[in-house]
């Protein structure tokens, strides 16, 4: 990506018409409901709570990721599917407790509807919690595209998620930008040809090395993001 000359980011045929987000670690801070529900899968088990800092860095990976460091199972384990079902029950019935939009978010996005620049999800989150999430979140209704991660026959980082967005909402992917905090968001981008961001504030590990991540941009609070828009 290129510099347009005043800190925006322009692609060979133009400046960025649209936003597109991660849900999960990205437009909305869901760990602390996530790891309720991974402490209500260990209360079963009469394990005690695990904190929120040692699962947060877990929370865009879903429940599996979850039960892995929470509960030390794998997909392949004898009693993951039910520990799964306990944790996915807990989630879905309170899927918007503690959940709230990063901050800066709604500013973004206000400034981005101000500017008609359409903007909307692109999750690996299943479609049964993505849209009640955004509907408790108010912002389901706005936004252009709610893609999730049962959308399509094959979730991030396979590029065809990120071009059905690009389908709904009527923008080619290479006037896209892609906001995500998981190193398969920028494979994503870049499968796509879209200008991938990191965003750098959400769920990653301290060990994350994000200069490999071959993105284009590194933002460390969501309204950063507005230096790379056009005016």
């Not at 309720?36 to 865009?60: G, I, Y």
């Not at 906001?179 to 301290?206: K, V």
Request: net charge negative.
């Amino acid at each position: 990506m290129q510099d347009s000359g005043n800190g925006q980011l322009k692609t060979e045929n133009g400046l960025v018409k649209a936003v597109l987000f991660d849900l999960d670690g990205t437009f909305a801070d869901t760990a602390p409901d996530l790891a309720a529900a991974l402490n209500h899968v260990r209360a079963c088990r009469d394990l005690l709570p695990l904190p929120l800092e040692v699962l947060r860095p877990q929370a865009s990976h879903g429940s599996a990721g979850l039960l892995k460091v929470g509960m030390n199972v794998t997909p392949d384990a004898p009693d993951y599917d039910a520990l799964r079902d306990i944790f996915l029950d807990h989630y879905a019935n309170n899927i918007c407790v503690h959940t709230q939009l990063f901050a800066g978010m709604s500013d973004l996005v206000a400034e981005l509807e101000r500017r008609s620049i359409p903007w909307g999800i692109v999750t690996n989150k299943p479609d049964i919690y993505t849209r009640p999430l955004m509907l408790a979140l108010g912002m389901a209704s706005r936004a252009a595209c709610l893609v999730s991660g049962d959308t399509c026959a094959n979730a991030k980082p396979h590029a065809e998620p990120m071009l059905k967005a690009c389908e709904l909402i009527k923008v080619a992917p290479e006037h896209c930008l892609y906001l995500g905090d998981d190193i398969r968001d920028m494979q994503a981008a870049n499968a796509s040809t879209m200008r991938g961001i990191i965003a750098a504030y959400g769920y990653i590990s301290s060990d994350a090395v994000l200069e490999n991540w071959q993105a284009h941009a590194i933002i460390n609070h969501p309204v950063e993001l507005l230096d790379l828009l056009p005016l």
